[in-house]
């Protein structure tokens, strides 16, 4: 990653889904939600992995991204997901966070949003 | 992920790590970090993937565990890597900070902790 504009250290957010519909166990549409978040937001997916925990104990799963990453852990018996996105430069994640509110559903969430690596920048001197 | 005390949603951790010593570029060190940092924790490794940009331009990788994840994503030419942490449950996530602090010495570091999945857990009903 390097520091023109659109590399610098970005955005994370973090989301909690909660009271979801059905499918907090399905690890293909995870797989599958992963591709089109991490493709809705023009980022580059490096690898995708899901896990299935089996018998409704829920799925977990993680994209790793030339921008960062997207992640999604679930809890079915919580009605629950959390889900994070970092993207760097300035990639607006909203576009894989409605791909995953459609699928899931939440009834109540709650996001959080992070600007990475801006602490110290300035006197970092390094390029943004 | 079930309900017992020990897998309710957990604790995330965000460094932003600056002006970091040698070794931002080593995709075999943080493969290996990572796995540290996992059994630090007393946490199960599903998977780890380490990407390599090539030519200083930083490395990228994430460990997903049986407790969520940690990732870290590296930007050389700012001194600045970016890490993460999610563990379910009551798990402590600071011995896996400890260890990518021992190894890439940041001089300065902003460490955020975010509590996944309260905000409404109460009116959830779910087990906690």
Known sequence: MTTSPNHR?????LADFWDCGPGLDDADALRRLLLSAAEACGARAIN??????GEGAGVTGFALLAESHISAHSWPELGYLAFDIFLCGDRDPAPALDIFRRHYRPAREEIRRVERGLAFSDRAGGGR
Chains 1, 2 share one sequence.
């Open 9 to 13: 250290p970005g955005t994370h957010v």
């Open 48 to 53: 995708i992995k899901v896990h299935d925990f």
